[in-house]
């Protein structure tokens, strides 16, 4: 019902910047929260950060200053913007949706993406 496209992601060196988006399609009316998690190698997937549909922002400690979650809400599309990048951050990132009001129906969903991987290089 709702399908998700993720872009960017990739390889950097450590100190650098990427930048990724995910844009959700379908018959959507709004989104309540959209935001990135991400999972590394032989740990559990973590919040990295999220937005309401409010511009309320919330992000994980290790990530704060760093990265900057952003959205677009006519075009149903979450960015983030990741600076000053270390090994701690490679890993397999995933968009979210949560809280999707679909068109003609009172019924919500939530919906993840395929995931990105981000390589940081020391």
């Known amino acids: 019902q709702v399908q998700l496209v993720e872009s960017g992601g990739g390889l950097v060196q450590a100190g650098g910047s990427l930048g990724l988006s995910c844009a959700a399609s379908?018959?959507?009316?709004?989104?309540?929260?959209m935001g990135w998690y991400r999972q590394a190698p032989g740990k559990q997937r973590e919040l990295v950060a999220i937005t309401t549909f409010g511009g309320r922002k919330i992000y994980a400690d290790s990530v704060k200053g760093r990265f900057t979650i952003s959205r677009d809400n006519v075009q149903h599309t979450v960015y983030l913007q990741m600076n000053s990048l270390t090994p701690e951050d490679t890993a397999v990132y995933y968009c979210?949706?949560?809280?999707?009001?679909?068109?003609?129906?009172?019924?919500?969903?939530?919906?993840w993406g395929r995931g990105t991987r981000v390589t940081v290089s020391s």
């Open positions: 379908g018959r959507i009316a709004s989104i309540t929260t």
């Open positions: 979210n949706v949560d809280g999707v009001q679909l068109l003609d129906t009172i019924d919500e969903v939530d919906s």
